[in-house]
Nanobody, 114 residues
Framework: VQLQASGGGLVRPGGSLTLSCAASGSIFSVNAMGWYRQAPGKERELVAGINSGGSTNYADSVKGRFTISRDNSKKTVYLQMNNLNPEDTAVYYC?????????WGKGTQVTVSS
């Protein structure tokens, strides 16, 4: 099983980015999926999560600005990020629970700077 994340980049404050993460391999379905981030000198933190039923949860710092969604047919999770600010700068990682096992994708850098 592999998780392939994409969509990071450099964006100005107030801008938007969409991250995506696709699970591949011999899997039929994916349970919970989520996005975490780690800024320099800080611990990795949960940004948003979504379970197989579509219920979501968000870190307080991103509520109202970020939206997590998933396409089960594509085994893909998305993170729509709006109104980005410099504090959102971090490496973003996707995580998935598949058949009771935890998988992490390689990070994708998001930099918010003018």
């Amino acid at each position: 099983v592999q998780l392939q994340a994409s969509g990071g980049g450099l964006v100005r404050p107030g801008g938007s980015l969409t991250l995506s993460c696709a699970a591949s391999g011999s899997i039929f379905s994916v349970n919970a999926m989520g996005w975490y981030r780690q800024a320099p000198g800080k611990e990795r933190e949960l940004v948003a999560g979504i379970n197989s039923g579509g219920s979501t949860n968000y870190a307080d710092s991103v509520k109202g600005r970020f939206t997590i969604s998933r396409d089960n047919s594509k085994k893909t999770v998305y993170l729509q990020m709006n109104n980005l600010n410099p504090e959102d700068t971090a490496v973003y990682y996707c995580r998935a629970l598949i058949y009771g096992m935890e998988y992490w994708g390689k990070g994708t850098q998001v930099t918010v700077s003018s």
